[in-house]
Nanobody, 121 residues
Framework: QVQLVESGGGLVQPGGSLRLSCAAS????????IGWFRQAPGKEREGVSC????????YYADSVKGRFTISRDNAKNTAYLQMNSLKPEDTAVYYC??????????????WGQGTQVTVSS
């Protein structure tokens, strides 16, 4: 049974940093693309970042480019999202998911339960 567990969310002031973790069990993460998504109240879920399984290529939404960094530690079967220079508009529930390819949202079939990130002074 595939299980993804996010952690590391919380309340942070604008300009602060958080590192989200996505710990996997029942699946070997290095076989999959790993995506981070977020959903703010009243808005649709959106892709934030993705790292491919094949060559480790990374992709970022324009809104987070230069501020967020995705990574994976295959030995720990865990993925991370380092978030710096956080803005109030980054406030959302953040989810990790495993997929086949970063370019196909519908290939992401296993999802975590989400972790809340709130950026506020």
């Amino acid at each position: 049974q595939v299980q993804l567990v996010e952690s590391g969310g919380g309340l942070v002031q604008p300009g602060g940093s958080l590192r989200l973790s996505c710990a996997a069990s029942g699946v070997t993460l290095d076989y999959y693309a790993i995506g981070w998504f977020r959903q703010a109240p009243g808005k649709e879920r959106e892709g934030v970042s993705c790292i491919s399984s094949s060559d480790g290529s990374t992709y970022y939404a324009d809104s987070v480019k230069g501020r967020f960094t995705i990574s994976r530690d295959n030995a720990k079967n865990t993925a991370y999202l380092q978030m710096n220079s956080l803005k109030p508009e980054d406030t959302a529930v953040y989810y990790c998911a495993t997929g086949i390819v970063c370019s196909d949202y519908h290939s992401f079939g296993s999802w975590g339960q989400g972790t809340q990130v709130t950026v506020s002074s």
